[in-house]
T-cell receptor, first 111, second 112 residues
Framework: NAGVTQTPKFQVLKTGQSMTLQCAQD?????MYWYRQDPGMGLRLIYY???????DKGEVPNGYNVSRLNKREFSLRLESAAPSQTSVYFC??????????FGEGSRLTVL | GENVEQHPSTLSVQEGDSAVIKCTYS??????FPWYKQELGKRPQLIID?????GEKKDQRIAVTLNKTAKHFSLHITETQPEDSAVYFC???????????FGKGTLLTVNP
């Protein structure tokens, strides 16, 4: 029972490169989320998916796209990475009681 | 949208003392207020939450209070221990019922 699994855990990109962060959960969550964490800024919501087949913007969606491939998987794509996207990214699933269960995080550096 | 302010940004206490972290929120429709603890290099984990129909909730050494009229809620940790050292985040869920908005976090250091 892995919970929420993110890949990769670490990635270094050059400005302009693209990449996809993968997230998979085995906890039967309907809702899934992508947050970014920057020093002194807390956790900021990028996109969320209330249920399979739906996605919505959060606070900071610019420069990102998401896909809710099925109930288990919710991916985050950077089409043209910028240094401002250097951050730690957390995927989370929401339990029936409203708790967010986070993955271990993905540390992305854009040079 | 919802806006959550959290204070202080850093807090240093002696082992055995109490620690209090305060948050305010802007959306009067918010109805769910969780607190997360994040140890260095780890993922945030829920430690306690409170819903809008309750004014206070306790779980061993931690407690949360909610004042809906003033739109603020607080985390209280008693008899602090070194293992309580971490970053603590408050959050509020607004009217959309799906978005959870976080405060900027409080770095708590408990000195032995």
């Amino acid at each position: 029972n892995a919970g929420v699994t993110q890949t990769p855990k670490f990635q270094v990109l050059k400005t302009g490169q693209s990449m996809t962060l993968q997230c998979a959960q085995d906890m039967n969550h309907n809702s899934m989320y992508w947050y970014r964490q920057d020093p002194g800024m807390g956790l900021r919501l990028i996109y969320y998916s209330a249920s399979e087949g739906t996605t919505d913007k959060g606070e900071v969606p610019n420069g990102y796209n998401v896909s809710r491939l099925n109930k288990r998987e919710f991916s985050l794509r950077l089409e043209s990475a910028a240094p401002s996207q250097t951050s730690v990214y957390f995927c989370a699933g929401r339990t029936g009681t409203g708790e967010l269960f986070f993955g271990e995080g993905s540390r992305l550096t854009v040079l | 949208g919802e806006n959550v302010e959290q204070h202080p940004s850093t807090l240093s206490v002696q082992e055995g003392d109490s620690a209090v972290i305060k948050c305010t929120y802007s959306d009067s429709a918010s109805n769910y207020f969780p607190w997360y603890k994040q140890e260095l290099g780890k993922r945030p984990q829920l430690i306690i939450d409170i819903r809008s129909n309750v004014g206070e909730k306790k779980d061993q050494r931690i407690a949360v209070t909610l004042n809906k009229t003033a739109k603020h809620f607080s985390l209280h940790i008693t008899e602090t221990q070194p293992e309580d050292s971490a970053v603590y985040f408050c959050a509020a869920r607004g009217g959309s019922n799906y978005k959870l908005t976080f405060g900027k976090g409080t770095l708590l250091t408990v000195n032995p």
